[in-house]
């Protein structure tokens, strides 16, 4: 697939087939987010790949109850409507989840996660996958709770909980708003 191709065609999926990607094409994805650009060439990004179903279900659920216990971010109302719902996966049920967390402190550190995350989510669009940046997460796995429960080191900053598999359906990607821009000459 060309790289325009991936970019036009990406979109965050919330539907996901069960069976995980294999170790391999998990490993490609991983090689790719490790080609983005970052800063002083810090290199700081770690990953942190979850497969077990189970576990998978223990972090949507502790996630769910730490956001809607604290409200650590300013969302609309609907989405913790959202989080209250037990029928509701924060994950969407990936069978996959890949943490990209910062093993540094220092400006950019989380930009440098962040190009590192979209390295990854077009890597996997190029190989048919799906994926979805999965914020509501994000607070929970800073948690004493959630770092446990994602074995996540006390010196690592989780900054991108990144869902991949194979998408149950064909979605048409989100139409996006006319290009902003000034061009100064």
């Known amino acids: ?6 970019i036009n065609l990406r979109h965050s999926t919330r539907d996901y087939l069960t069976d995980a990607p294999s170790k391999a094409t998990i490993e490609g994805l991983l ?13 700081a990004w770690r990953f942190t790949v979850i497969l077990n ?3 998978l279900d223990e ?13 650590p971010l300013e969302l609309p109302e609907t989405l913790y409507q959202k989080l209250a719902d037990p029928d509701f996966h924060v994950f969407y049920r990936a069978p ?3 943490v990209i967390s910062a093993a540094a402190q220092g400006p950019w550190i989380e930009a440098d996660g962040a190009l590192a995350a979209e390295n990854l ?9 799906g994926s979805c940046w999965i914020g509501l997460s994000q607070p929970f796995l800073a948690t004493p ?15 991108a909980p990144i869902a991949i598999g194979r998408p149950a359906q064909a979605v048409a990607p989100t139409p996006r ?4 821009a000034r061009w100064i000459a």
């Open 59 to 71: 972090i949507s659920a502790g996630a769910k109850s730490y956001m809607t216990r604290t409200r």
């Open 53 to 55: 179903r189970n576990l």
């Open 96 to 98: 996959a989840l890949i």
């Open 1 to 6: 697939m060309e790289i325009l191709d991936a």
């Open 145 to 159: 709770e959630g770092r446990a429960l994602a074995q996540l080191p006390k010196d690592e900053n989780p900054v």
């Open 121 to 129: 989510m077009l890597a996997a669009q190029a190989q048919g996958l």
């Open 31 to 43: 090689s790719a987010a490790t080609r983005a650009p970052c800063a002083f060439n810090r290199q």
């Open 177 to 180: 708003q006319p290009v902003v």
